[in-house]
Each structure stands twice: as structure tokens, then as C-alpha cells.
């Protein structure tokens, strides 16, 4: 049966997943995808994500050619592979470069969900561990933006020992005195919460983004007896495991107070 929505064109509206209420497309793009009528924050891309955060024109990617890999073998997973680079038009679950924020030369990692999940395999790990060392080499803060369902299962081992060399690059960033915030967007969960999306000097969660060790799906089929609201950024802010709870339209501002403050050498 027809709705009374079918007329609509489906690039005009857009409907909160939250709210259901129907949105104008071209409003939302200028809320910065936030739902005007209940604040629900929608998921973006990394290229809205880009266009929201740095200053114009200022973004140059890197890493930008390293291959697709499927170092176990694993069946159909080359052909998926090659699918999420078609569709997000990212060459992996990351998306990896220079730019300035506000003025301030930073290096900057993005996540995308679309890719597979945004899950970290051997090539979102070596991207990550590239940002922090080109951060070093180049005396430039790192920001990240975490979006993930964890480690890539394809990947198995692999994706796991991403874990580590991740986190031994944000702690060489560190040692050499560099800053490094992370930005939680939702979701953030698995090996990618485990590693550097908590090992932020500063770590920022956006309102309403869930995030935890565990996901959903392995909650339920572990059947732990957890309460839904524990992984939302606003328990884990609470509880003193996030510095910030920003709204998105307050974000790029604090990420500029944030570059500003530490190269004042308060930081
Ligand atoms: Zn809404």
C-alpha cells in the first residue's frame, strides 16, 4: 500500500531516527545533522565529518594508497572489501591526513561506520600508527574520531595486535609531547575502545553516543546482565571515564579552545 510519504523525494527528507519526525534535508545539513526537535544526534560520514570540523580547503589525505588486505585468506572477504570502498569512496574504515583546525595544524583520523562497520584490521591500524608518527616527525596534535564496532573478525589475530601497536603510538606521541584528543561518536565499542579511542589526553564523547567494550550483539549472545544505559557517553561521562560531553554544534569550538590551550603550554 502506498504511504502518503511516497510523493516525498527521499533526498528532500530525512527522518529522525529517534523521533521519526520527517526533516528537512537541507536544514539538517546546516544543524549539523542534529534532529531540531529532540537533539538526537544522526551518524555521519567522513566527509561530512570533514567539512563540519576543519578549517576549508586545508585537508590533504595520507596513507591514502596502502592496499586492501586479507592477510588470512578469509572467504568473501576481499569481494566485501572492495564493495565498502566503492560505497563510502574511502580507501579504508579510516580516513587519514593533515589540516588545520581553527588555524592550528593538526593531524587528523575519521572513522566511518560504512566501511564494514567501521572495524580496525591491519590496514585502520597502520593508518592510525602512521597519523601518530607523521604527528611526531611533523610537531603536530593528533585528533581522532572513533566510530567502530571493534576489530575486524575477517582479521581475526591481526585486527586483535592492532590493539597494541596502536597504543604504543599514542604513547610515543605522548612521550614526545604532543597532544592527542579523541572524539567518541557513536558508537564506540570492541578493540577500538580498548586501544586509542580511550588513551585521549583529552577524551570527548558527542551526546547520545553509545560506547563500550562489549557491543550490543555480543551483550545479548553472552548474556550479560547489563543495564542499556551503562554504554551511552553520558554514564560513561558520569563515571569519569570521558572528560566532555559536547554537543555537536559546540564541538569544533572546544576542539579550537583545546589547540589553543595546549600551545599556550598549559597542556
Ligand atoms: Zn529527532
Avoid at 588486505?69 to 576481499?78: A, E, I, Q, R, S
Avoid at 599514542?170 to 557513536?186: E, F, K, M, N, Q
Wanted: proline share 5%; glycine share 10%.
Amino acid at each position: 500500500m502506498a504511504s502518503p510519504n511516497d510523493d516525498i523525494p527521499p533526498d528532500l527528507w530525512e527522518e529522525c531516527k529517534s523521533c521519526h519526525q520527517l526533516l528537512y534535508a537541507k536544514e539538517l545539513a546546516s544543524e549539523l545533522w542534529v534532529c531540531s526537535k529532540c537533539g538526537h544526534h544522526m551518524r555521519l560520514s567522513v566527509w561530512q565529518r570533514l567539512e563540519i570540523t576543519v578549517d576549508p580547503g586545508t585537508f590533504t589525505e595520507t596513507e591514502g594508497d596502502l592496499p586492501l588486505v586479507d592477510p588470512l585468506g578469509f572467504p568473501d572477504y576481499m569481494p566485501k572489501l572492495v564493495q565498502a570502498r566503492a560505497k563510502t569512496h574511502m580507501n579504508e574504515a579510516v580516513l587519514t591526513g593533515t589540516a588545520r583546525l581553527h588555524g592550528h595544524r593538526i593531524g587528523l583520523a575519521l572513522m566511518d561506520l560504512a566501511f564494514i562497520g567501521g572495524s580496525m584490521g591491519w590496514v585502520v591500524g597502520e593508518k592510525i600508527t602512521r597519523l601518530m608518527e607523521r604527528c611526531i616527525a611533523e610537531r603536530r596534535p593528533a585528533i581522532v574520531f572513533c566510530a567502530s564496532g571493534g576489530a575486524r573478525m575477517q582479521e581475526s589475530l591481526v585486527a586483535l595486535m592492532q590493539m597494541p601497536k596502536t597504543a604504543g603510538a599514542v604513547g610515543r606521541l605522548g612521550r614526545a609531547g604532543l597532544p592527542y584528543i579523541s572524539v567518541l561518536t557513536d558508537p564506540t565499542y570492541g578493540g577500538v575502545t580498548a586501544s586509542y579511542a580511550f588513551l585521549g589526553d583529552v577524551i570527548i564523547a558527542e551526546k547520545g553516543a553509545a560506547m563500550g567494550f562489549a557491543g550490543p550483539r555480543v551483550v545479548e549472545v553472552t548474556k550479560m546482565n547489563l543495564r542499556p544505559e551503562v554504554q551511552t557517553a553520558e554514564f560513561q561521562y558520569r563515571h569519569g571515564m570521558i572528560d566532555l560531553l559536547v554537543e555537536r554544534a559546540h564541538l569544533r569550538e572546544l576542539l579550537a579552545d583545546l589547540l589553543d590551550w595546549f600551545q599556550a603550554g598549559k597542556g
